[in-house]
T-cell receptor, first 112, second 113 residues
Framework: NAGVMQNPRHLVRRRGQEARLRCSPMKGHSHVYWYRQLPEEGLKFMVYLQKENIIDESGMPKERFSAEFPKEGPSILRIQQVVRGDSAAYFC??????????FGSGTRLTVV | SQQGEEDPQALSIQEGENATMNCSYKTSINNLQWYRQNSGRGLVHLILIRSNEREKHSGRLRVTLDTSKKSSSLLITASRAADTASYFCATGRGGGATNKLIFGTGTLLAVQP
């Protein structure tokens, strides 16, 4: 079991471009969470998904951000028309039971 | 607002000493977890303590939970240089509700060899 896989590890985008972050949960895990970490801060919850369903998106900005977890394939966090303030580390975590998390290594997004 | 707040914000100790970090939170919880994050890396889950537990051990780690004071502590005994990292507490509601974790701002621990 390779753990939670996130790619890419580093992503550079110019302002106005789209960023797509991928997360493959651990085998057998049907719960996926996305968190964002700004420099020198703790992680902030963004969205919680189960297969094909968004369960809780209370931490996600209403505009430009979207997330999906299709029946087949990885979970995707999409940020449209990126701005400098979107620069952060984005972490995905998966869980089999809504309790114990396993985090991925994160994607570090830099908007230039 | 942030659920968890750790103190101290930064802690510097000598190898072999014990390190204690504290975490306070505001609302009722189902569980509290501690994570370690090395600089520029992902989070590593250290230990989970449920709201009906008061103390838990794992190797050199000891976690306590006082739900009446809404606080937890993480003790690392006989610290090593490799323990240098940021440590975060995170609280969860668990169960049928979204167990989204609310993270504190972390304690930066530096263990001097």
């Amino acid at each position: 079991n390779a753990g939670v896989m996130q790619n890419p590890r580093h992503l550079v985008r110019r302002r106005g471009q789209e960023a797509r972050l991928r997360c493959s949960p651990m085998k057998g895990h049907s719960h996926v969470y996305w968190y964002r970490q700004l420099p020198e801060e703790g992680l902030k919850f963004m969205v919680y998904l189960q297969k094909e369903n968004i369960i809780d998106e209370s931490g996600m900005p209403k505009e430009r951000f979207s997330a999906e977890f299709p029946k087949e394939g990885p979970s995707i966090l999409r940020i449209q028309q990126v701005v400098r303030g979107d620069s952060a580390a984005y972490f995905c975590a998966s869980s089999p039971d809504n309790y114990g998390y396993t985090f991925g290594s994160g994607t570090r997004l830099t908007v230039v | 607002s942030q659920q968890g707040e750790e103190d101290p914000q930064a802690l510097s100790i000598q190898e072999g000493e014990n390190a204690t970090m504290n975490c306070s939170y505001k609302t009722s919880i189902n569980n509290l977890q501690w994570y370690r994050q090395n600089s520029g890396r992902g989070l590593v889950h250290l230990i989970l303590i449920r709201s009906n537990e008061r103390e838990k051990h794992s190797g050199r780690l000891r976690v306590t939970l006082d739900t009446s004071k809404k606080s937890s502590s993480l003790l690392i005994t006989a610290s090593r240089a490799a323990d240098t990292a940021s440590y975060f507490c995170a609280t969860g509601r668990g169960g049928g509700a979204t167990n989204k974790l609310i993270f504190g701002t972390g304690t930066l621990l530096a263990v001097q060899p």
